[in-house]
């Protein structure tokens, strides 16, 4: 299979991202259990796409000199942010 096109992948992360908000917004007007369970299996599916997509792009555009420490700061700052979202909702 031959590796994507730079637009192409640029615009599979920005399809990806609005997918995510568009998503997550929509979460708020839902009226019942089966749409909110939709949403979140959907919104799952984004989630994921972002992790593999985000780090691919950063490691592509950044350049190599500061690859390194933006690749672990993208990585401590998912986590970073999944510790306060968990405080948050406690």
């Keep these: 299979m031959p590796p994507l096109d730079q637009s192409l992948r640029r615009l599979i992360f920005v399809c990806d991202l609005i997918a995510f908000v568009v998503l997550g917004a929509l979460q708020a007007v839902v009226t019942n259990d089966t749409q ?3 949403l979140r299996f959907l919104l799952g599916f984004a989630i994921g796409a972002e992790y593999a997509i985000g780090q691919t792009m950063l490691a592509e555009f950044v350049p190599s000199a500061n690859r390194g420490a933006l690749l672990s700061t ?6 970073g942010g999944f510790l306060l979202a968990v405080i948050v909702a406690y």
């Excluded at 993208?74 to 986590?79: C, R, V």
């Design 36 to 38: 909110l369970l939709v």
């Design 74 to 79: 993208l990585q401590a700052a998912w986590y």
